[in-house]
T-cell receptor
Framework: GPKVLQIPSHQIIDMGQMVTLNCDPV?????FYWYKQILGQQMEFLVN????????KSKLFKDQFSVERPDGSYFTLKIQPTALEDSAVYFC????????????FGEGTRLSVL | GEKVEQHESTLSVREGDSAVINCTYT??????FPWYKQEAGKSLHFVID???NVDRKQSQRLIVLLDKKAKRFSLHITATQPEDSAIYFC?????????WGSGTKLIIKP
């Protein structure tokens, strides 16, 4: 079936560096999401994105975070600069529509900030 | 902001018995409620959903009930099997995003 791919699966960086997490959503999906999960705890919504724009973002989506999907390529989450508390698993998800449709999740990128 | 509360943080049942996980939500306008399963170290996988135009939905051993008046919905897993062991998350759609419960760790005892 369709899959959301996330690259890389694990990223280790030093605090203060920039990191870009890449997501290849399902090809006909229009809505894209980033979530953050620490140690198997609750999924925390970061941001959703539609038609080239951020639709909604949470308070966890700090000024150091940005998202984009240039020319239908990867949907990316950039963190610049990173902080220790950014260490978590970041899940990308996509859905065909915004309401009443369950997003399909990628396998996640484990980010370790040292 | 809007919230979803998942009442059982851990639930342990004997193999073959039923498991029930309960969630409540605050946004009266929520109309879509998916459930996801997360096995250890893995991603979330959609298992079943319910929309507010119905109060019950079944898919094989999974049943979802929705009580709009009480703003409560629940996942029932019948005839549990070892492979049902996982963390289950409920969610409610509210303003372009899903509001998530905190997860229930389901343990199936032999």
């Amino acid at each position: 079936g369709p899959k959301v791919l996330q690259i890389p699966s694990h990223q280790i960086i030093d605090m203060g560096q920039m990191v870009t997490l890449n997501c290849d959503p399902v090809s006909n999906h229009l809505y894209f999401y980033w979530y953050k999960q620490i140690l198997g705890q609750q999924m925390e919504f970061l941001v959703n994105f539609y038609n080239g724009k951020v639709m909604e973002k949470s308070k966890l989506f700090k000024d150091q975070f940005s998202v984009e999907r240039p020319d239908g390529s990867y949907f990316t989450l950039k963190i610049q600069p990173t902080a220790l508390e950014d260490s978590a698993v970041y899940f990308c998800a996509s859905s065909p529509g915004g309401n009443n449709q369950a997003p399909l999740f990628g396998e996640g990128t484990r980010l370790s900030v040292l | 902001g809007e919230k979803v509360e998942q009442h059982e943080s851990t639930l342990s049942v004997r193999e073959g018995d039923s498991a029930v996980i309960n969630c409540t939500y605050t946004d009266t306008a929520s109309s879509y409620f998916p459930w996801y399963k997360q096995e250890a170290g893995k991603s979330l996988h959609f298992v079943i959903d319910i929309r507010s135009n119905v109060d019950r939905k079944q898919s094989q051993r999974l049943i979802v009930l929705l009580d709009k008046k009480a703003k409560r919905f629940s996942l029932h897993i019948t005839a549990t099997q070892p492979e049902d062991s996982a963390i289950y998350f409920c969610a409610a759609h509210s303003n372009y995003q899903l509001i998530w419960g905190s997860g229930t760790k389901l343990i199936i005892k032999p």
